[in-house]
T-cell receptor, first 115, second 113 residues
Framework: ETGVTQTPRHLVMGMTNKKSLKCEQHLGHNAMYWYKQSAKKPLELMFVYSLEERVENNSVPSRFSPECPNSSHLFLHLHTLQPEDSALYLC??????????????FGPGTRLTVL | GNSVTQMEGPVTLSEEAFLTINCTYTATGYPSLFWYVQYPGEGLQLLLKATKADDKGSNKGFEATYRKETTSFHLEKGSVQVSDSAVYFCALKGTDSWGKLQFGAGTQVVVTP
Protein backbone atom coordinates (compact mmCIF):
# COMPACT_ATOMS: atom_id res chain seq x y z
CA GLU A 1 0.00 0.00 0.00
CA THR A 2 1.18 3.49 -0.77
CA GLY A 3 -0.04 6.95 0.12
CA VAL A 4 -3.06 7.38 2.34
CA THR A 5 -5.70 4.66 2.57
CA GLN A 6 -9.15 4.82 4.11
CA THR A 7 -11.62 2.11 5.06
CA PRO A 8 -14.42 1.53 4.51
CA ARG A 9 -14.94 3.38 1.23
CA HIS A 10 -18.71 3.42 1.75
CA LEU A 11 -20.72 3.21 4.96
CA VAL A 12 -24.44 3.32 5.61
CA MET A 13 -25.54 3.58 9.24
CA GLY A 14 -28.60 4.31 11.29
CA MET A 15 -28.74 7.15 13.77
CA THR A 16 -28.35 4.81 16.73
CA ASN A 17 -25.37 2.87 15.35
CA LYS A 18 -21.75 3.15 16.40
CA LYS A 19 -19.14 2.82 13.70
CA SER A 20 -15.54 3.84 13.08
CA LEU A 21 -13.68 5.18 10.06
CA LYS A 22 -10.05 4.20 9.65
CA CYS A 23 -7.20 6.02 7.96
CA GLU A 24 -3.65 4.79 7.45
CA GLN A 25 -0.77 6.70 5.93
CA HIS A 26 2.29 5.01 4.42
CA LEU A 27 4.27 8.20 3.83
CA GLY A 28 6.17 8.44 7.10
CA HIS A 29 4.34 11.64 8.01
CA ASN A 30 3.83 12.86 11.55
CA ALA A 31 0.57 14.81 11.22
CA MET A 32 -2.90 13.59 10.24
CA TYR A 33 -6.17 15.37 9.53
CA TRP A 34 -9.89 14.69 9.19
CA TYR A 35 -11.94 16.77 6.74
CA LYS A 36 -15.66 16.71 5.95
CA GLN A 37 -16.87 17.31 2.39
CA SER A 38 -20.58 17.99 2.13
CA ALA A 39 -22.48 18.70 -1.04
CA LYS A 40 -22.37 22.35 -2.10
CA LYS A 41 -20.00 23.33 0.74
CA PRO A 42 -16.23 23.84 0.89
CA LEU A 43 -14.16 21.23 2.64
CA GLU A 44 -14.23 21.67 6.40
CA LEU A 45 -11.29 20.80 8.60
CA MET A 46 -12.47 18.77 11.60
CA PHE A 47 -9.39 17.62 13.53
CA VAL A 48 -5.61 17.81 13.34
CA TYR A 49 -3.20 15.45 15.09
CA SER A 50 0.52 16.04 15.27
CA LEU A 51 2.77 13.43 16.86
CA GLU A 52 -0.38 11.67 18.08
CA GLU A 53 -1.56 14.74 19.97
CA ARG A 54 -4.74 16.54 18.95
CA VAL A 55 -3.76 20.10 18.12
CA GLU A 56 -6.94 21.39 16.51
CA ASN A 57 -10.63 20.72 16.92
CA ASN A 58 -12.85 22.96 14.83
CA SER A 59 -15.96 22.98 16.99
CA VAL A 60 -16.95 19.51 15.90
CA PRO A 61 -19.93 17.92 17.73
CA SER A 62 -19.04 15.33 20.33
CA ARG A 63 -20.78 12.60 18.33
CA PHE A 64 -17.53 12.58 16.31
CA SER A 65 -14.61 11.28 18.36
CA PRO A 66 -11.12 11.05 16.82
CA GLU A 67 -8.35 8.73 17.94
CA CYS A 68 -4.72 8.67 16.86
CA PRO A 69 -2.93 5.66 18.41
CA ASN A 70 0.28 6.26 16.45
CA SER A 71 1.57 8.50 13.70
CA SER A 72 0.41 6.13 10.94
CA HIS A 73 -3.18 5.54 12.00
CA LEU A 74 -6.15 7.80 12.57
CA PHE A 75 -9.70 6.81 13.47
CA LEU A 76 -12.97 8.68 13.57
CA HIS A 77 -15.49 7.07 15.92
CA LEU A 78 -19.10 7.84 15.13
CA HIS A 79 -22.14 7.52 17.36
CA THR A 80 -25.72 8.79 17.31
CA LEU A 81 -25.16 10.66 14.07
CA GLN A 82 -27.73 12.79 12.29
CA PRO A 83 -28.77 12.62 8.62
CA GLU A 84 -27.00 15.96 8.02
CA ASP A 85 -23.73 14.22 8.92
CA SER A 86 -23.94 12.33 5.63
CA ALA A 87 -20.87 13.42 3.66
CA LEU A 88 -17.51 12.33 2.28
CA TYR A 89 -14.97 12.13 5.09
CA LEU A 90 -11.43 12.68 3.93
CA CYS A 91 -8.24 11.88 5.77
CA UNK A 92 -4.96 13.62 5.00
CA UNK A 93 -1.39 13.50 6.27
CA UNK A 94 1.63 15.76 6.13
CA UNK A 95 5.10 16.10 7.51
CA UNK A 96 5.65 18.75 10.18
CA UNK A 97 9.09 20.32 10.08
CA UNK A 98 10.18 22.86 12.67
CA UNK A 99 6.60 23.22 13.79
CA UNK A 100 5.25 23.89 10.30
CA UNK A 101 3.21 21.36 8.32
CA UNK A 102 4.20 20.64 4.73
CA UNK A 103 1.90 19.69 1.86
CA UNK A 104 -1.11 17.58 2.78
CA UNK A 105 -1.82 14.33 0.92
CA PHE A 106 -5.35 12.96 0.92
CA GLY A 107 -6.92 9.55 1.02
CA PRO A 108 -9.83 8.49 -1.22
CA GLY A 109 -12.43 9.22 1.44
CA THR A 110 -15.28 7.34 3.09
CA ARG A 111 -18.74 8.09 1.72
CA LEU A 112 -21.01 8.08 4.79
CA THR A 113 -24.78 7.93 4.61
CA VAL A 114 -26.81 8.31 7.81
CA LEU A 115 -30.38 7.07 7.58
CA GLY B 1 -9.44 35.50 8.22
CA ASN B 2 -8.16 33.61 5.22
CA SER B 3 -10.48 32.87 2.34
CA VAL B 4 -10.39 31.49 -1.19
CA THR B 5 -12.78 32.37 -4.01
CA GLN B 6 -12.87 30.41 -7.21
CA MET B 7 -15.11 30.60 -10.22
CA GLU B 8 -18.32 28.64 -10.12
CA GLY B 9 -18.88 25.76 -12.42
CA PRO B 10 -19.64 23.65 -14.16
CA VAL B 11 -17.24 24.62 -16.87
CA THR B 12 -17.97 22.66 -20.03
CA LEU B 13 -15.54 22.64 -22.90
CA SER B 14 -14.47 20.51 -25.83
CA GLU B 15 -11.38 18.36 -25.98
CA GLU B 16 -8.23 20.33 -26.88
CA ALA B 17 -9.77 23.61 -25.69
CA PHE B 18 -7.95 26.03 -23.38
CA LEU B 19 -8.95 25.89 -19.73
CA THR B 20 -8.72 28.67 -17.17
CA ILE B 21 -10.11 28.45 -13.65
CA ASN B 22 -9.85 31.68 -11.69
CA CYS B 23 -8.83 31.68 -8.04
CA THR B 24 -8.31 34.67 -5.78
CA TYR B 25 -7.50 34.73 -2.11
CA THR B 26 -7.33 36.89 0.97
CA ALA B 27 -4.77 36.13 3.63
CA THR B 28 -2.38 37.70 6.07
CA GLY B 29 1.30 37.11 5.60
CA TYR B 30 2.64 34.88 2.87
CA PRO B 31 0.50 31.80 2.39
CA SER B 32 1.26 28.79 0.23
CA LEU B 33 -1.19 28.10 -2.59
CA PHE B 34 -2.36 24.80 -4.00
CA TRP B 35 -4.57 23.26 -6.63
CA TYR B 36 -6.09 19.90 -5.81
CA VAL B 37 -8.13 17.76 -8.21
CA GLN B 38 -10.90 15.32 -7.34
CA TYR B 39 -11.86 12.75 -9.96
CA PRO B 40 -15.32 11.16 -9.72
CA GLY B 41 -15.61 8.86 -6.72
CA GLU B 42 -12.12 9.61 -5.45
CA GLY B 43 -10.38 11.74 -2.85
CA LEU B 44 -8.31 14.85 -3.46
CA GLN B 45 -5.01 14.67 -5.29
CA LEU B 46 -2.43 17.41 -5.16
CA LEU B 47 -2.09 18.84 -8.65
CA LEU B 48 0.43 21.63 -8.10
CA LYS B 49 1.57 24.17 -5.57
CA ALA B 50 3.48 27.43 -5.14
CA THR B 51 5.00 28.63 -1.91
CA LYS B 52 6.02 32.19 -2.66
CA ALA B 53 5.17 35.10 -4.92
CA ASP B 54 5.95 34.66 -8.64
CA ASP B 55 6.44 30.90 -8.21
CA LYS B 56 4.88 28.85 -10.98
CA GLY B 57 3.53 25.43 -10.14
CA SER B 58 3.11 22.94 -12.97
CA ASN B 59 2.06 19.33 -13.42
CA LYS B 60 0.38 17.22 -16.12
CA GLY B 61 0.19 20.22 -18.45
CA PHE B 62 -1.49 22.41 -15.83
CA GLU B 63 0.14 25.64 -14.63
CA ALA B 64 -0.61 28.30 -12.05
CA THR B 65 1.42 31.35 -11.04
CA TYR B 66 1.34 32.88 -7.55
CA ARG B 67 0.51 36.56 -8.15
CA LYS B 68 0.75 38.51 -4.92
CA GLU B 69 -0.10 41.84 -6.56
CA THR B 70 -3.48 40.52 -7.71
CA THR B 71 -3.82 37.90 -4.93
CA SER B 72 -4.52 35.27 -7.57
CA PHE B 73 -3.52 31.73 -8.47
CA HIS B 74 -5.38 30.96 -11.68
CA LEU B 75 -5.15 27.44 -13.10
CA GLU B 76 -4.54 26.99 -16.83
CA LYS B 77 -4.11 24.17 -19.29
CA GLY B 78 -3.52 24.68 -22.96
CA SER B 79 -5.28 21.60 -24.33
CA VAL B 80 -7.65 19.62 -22.15
CA GLN B 81 -8.55 15.96 -22.50
CA VAL B 82 -11.69 14.07 -21.54
CA SER B 83 -9.67 12.56 -18.69
CA ASP B 84 -9.29 16.05 -17.17
CA SER B 85 -12.99 16.03 -16.25
CA ALA B 86 -13.01 16.48 -12.49
CA VAL B 87 -13.59 18.99 -9.71
CA TYR B 88 -10.70 21.38 -9.12
CA PHE B 89 -10.09 23.00 -5.73
CA CYS B 90 -7.95 26.01 -5.05
CA ALA B 91 -6.55 26.04 -1.51
CA LEU B 92 -4.46 28.26 0.72
CA LYS B 93 -2.22 27.20 3.59
CA GLY B 94 -1.84 29.98 6.07
CA THR B 95 1.11 30.85 8.22
CA ASP B 96 -0.58 29.89 11.48
CA SER B 97 1.10 27.12 13.40
CA TRP B 98 -0.92 24.25 11.96
CA GLY B 99 -1.09 25.52 8.41
CA LYS B 100 -4.81 25.01 8.13
CA LEU B 101 -5.86 24.49 4.51
CA GLN B 102 -8.61 26.85 3.40
CA PHE B 103 -10.39 25.50 0.32
CA GLY B 104 -12.44 27.19 -2.32
CA ALA B 105 -15.83 25.76 -3.19
CA GLY B 106 -14.48 23.77 -6.12
CA THR B 107 -15.05 24.10 -9.86
CA GLN B 108 -16.42 21.19 -11.83
CA VAL B 109 -14.88 20.81 -15.27
CA VAL B 110 -16.54 18.69 -17.93
CA VAL B 111 -14.59 17.96 -21.11
CA THR B 112 -16.55 16.52 -24.03
CA PRO B 113 -15.05 14.60 -26.96
Amino acid sequence: ETGVTQTPRHLVMGMTNKKSLKCEQHLGHNAMYWYKQSAKKPLELMFVYSLEERVENNSVPSRFSPECPNSSHLFLHLHTLQPEDSALYLCASSQVRRGRPDTQYFGPGTRLTVL
Amino acid sequence: GNSVTQMEGPVTLSEEAFLTINCTYTATGYPSLFWYVQYPGEGLQLLLKATKADDKGSNKGFEATYRKETTSFHLEKGSVQVSDSAVYFCALKGTDSWGKLQFGAGTQVVVTP
